[in-house]
């Protein structure tokens, strides 16, 4: 089955406690996105990736990091959360071509205390 | 940034009224996609507009892409409380690779 699948789906975790977000597609697509969403502010780009070692930030960057080493995965990684990186989180790909539809994981829910 | 604004932000209606959201934006844009997010559940394309003055049907949506191509909007007749649910345009930012969603419509029906 098509899919993007995130890890973990639900997690709690305290300030500075680096933790990663993964995101793994199994539909070969070149293009991968991670997406915030908050309440009254909608769906916000954090990093995009046009292909395998291929990024480029968003509108909300800071504080993440991102890294594409295989087509296949793109990890979100929080090197120190922080409580207003409290959200949940999007990653979504899309196949080559003007410029398709994006599918999207199932979502990932952060709180940071 | 989000270059697209969507109203209205929240519509509560009654089950088996009309609804309309609309995605306003200050340029002109390549192209105009729908999504539908359950309560609960990840964002789901619905459609692709490319053409000026286009409208296209789904079932009980209609989608429009304004002649300027400014604009859209997305219209269900007679509402289900299947159709509950956020809303949102996306449109293809400048470099032609990221998506920005507008901030969404939320539909509440009620039986």
């Known amino acids: 089955e098509a899919q993007v699948t995130q890890n973990p789906r639900y997690l709690i975790t305290v300030t500075g406690k680096k933790l990663t977000v993964t995101c793994s597609q199994n539909m070969n697509h070149e293009y991968m996105s991670w997406y915030r969403q908050d309440p009254g502010l909608g769906l916000r780009q954090i990093y995009y990736?046009?292909?395998?070692?291929?990024?480029d930030k968003g509108d909300v960057p800071e504080g993440y990091k991102v890294s594409r080493k295989e087509k296949r995965n793109f990890p979100l990684i929080l090197e120190s959360p922080s409580p207003n990186q409290t959200s949940l989180y999007f990653c979504a790909s899309r196949p080559p071509g003007f410029p398709g539809e994006l599918f999207f994981g199932e979502g990932s829910r952060l709180t940071v205390l | 940034g989000q270059q697209v604004m969507q109203i209205p932000q929240y519509q509560h209606v009654q089950e088996g009224e009309d609804f309309t959201t609309y995605c306003n934006s200050s340029t002109t844009l390549s192209n105009i996609q729908w999504y539908k997010q359950r309560p609960g559940g990840h964002p789901v394309f619905l459609i692709q507009?490319?053409?000026?003055?286009e409208v296209k049907k789904q079932k009980r949506l209609t989608f429009q892409f304004g002649e300027a191509k400014k604009n859209s909007s997305l219209h269900i007749t007679a509402t289900q409380t299947t159709d509950v649910g956020t809303y949102f345009c996306?449109?293809?930012?400048?470099?032609?690779?990221?998506?920005?969603f507008g901030k969404g419509t939320s539909l509440l029906v009620t039986p």
């Open positions: 990736s046009m292909n395998v070692e291929v990024t």
């Open positions: 507009l490319v053409k000026s003055g």
């Open positions: 996306a449109e293809l930012d400048n470099s032609g690779y990221a998506l920005n």
